[in-house]
């Protein structure tokens, strides 16, 4: 529910699928709230009204909670690899169960954002963001993100799973993907499983969602769909494929040269993502004529002095050049290098 858009484009849980569960959690006795924390640039009261929750509460006087404008508690991680410890709305440690109600999507950095990731939702302010600040892990493969979303799996797992299905993402998810109607909803007791019936439903195998993967190795819950008793009989007659995330994208926008050595999926479509969003307007407001020049990926041996380095992986070039750390970086760091010096990005 953390972004500013209508219901039914696919980006957030439908308002319907929240009112029946507060609906059906009142029936069974509970004093049922409802929270969530935004993106970065969102406030949570624009989110709520916007995608509908608002209205859906309000007929009930059931409570919202804007989970960044609460207190927060830190959450040592002993399991971590990636993470160490968490700042975690209060609310969160205090209600008897947590219920994790995502929209059943494709992730450009993840692979998917079901259950299991969609509680990255109760973590404070910005600290999500840390998340895509992590240094590559000496010894490990995976992203450094897929790590510590395993890694907050482990201490901020939902005691129930809703994923709705109703009009889920395919392609360029969380938010620039295309909506895809399904009419489905999936409910579970261990989130791990629930996510790896959905990763089935879209065609998709759980055992290749890094964090599921890594999560399930370490005991947190099942992905192997032959071990998870699923109702009704039936349900495969729902399986519909999605579109999966592009591996590679070739970014061109009027403006902009992109430098493009080596990187991966993840930065590629944050920088595409960005320019789409601001690229216009950051290249309208330009004094001269020039490209500006952004730089993504490893493979980089020299780069043209004023070039914008973007990800972790340019930051062998950060000491002499505007660099945006994060693995994969993140849209909002990357604007904030613009707004702070905006003709730095230029070649010189
Ligand atoms: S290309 Fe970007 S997202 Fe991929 S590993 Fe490098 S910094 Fe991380």
Redesign the pocket.
Known sequence: MGRNVKPETGITTHPQVIAAAIDAFREAGANVAVGESPITGVTMVDAFESGGITTVAKIRNCPLIDMDVRRYVTCEIPAGIAMKSLKVCREVTEYDIIVSIPVMKTHM?TGVTLSVKNMKGCLWRRSKVDFHMLP?LPGHEE?PLDIAIADLSSVLLPHLSIIDGTIGMEGLGPSAGKPKPLGVVLVGVDAFATDSVACAIMGISAHDIPHLRIGSQRGYGVIDIDSIAVYPQNWKDVQDTFVLPPEELSIEFSGFTVLDQ???????S?LLMFLRQYGQQLSDSKSDDKDITIA???GHEELPIGTLC?????AKHKNCRKFVS????VSSEILSMFNDDRSSPHPE
């Open positions: 950095h590559q992203k080596q990187s991966c999926s993840a930065c590629q944050t993504i990926g490893k973007v990800g972790n992986c340019t994060g693995c994969p970086p």
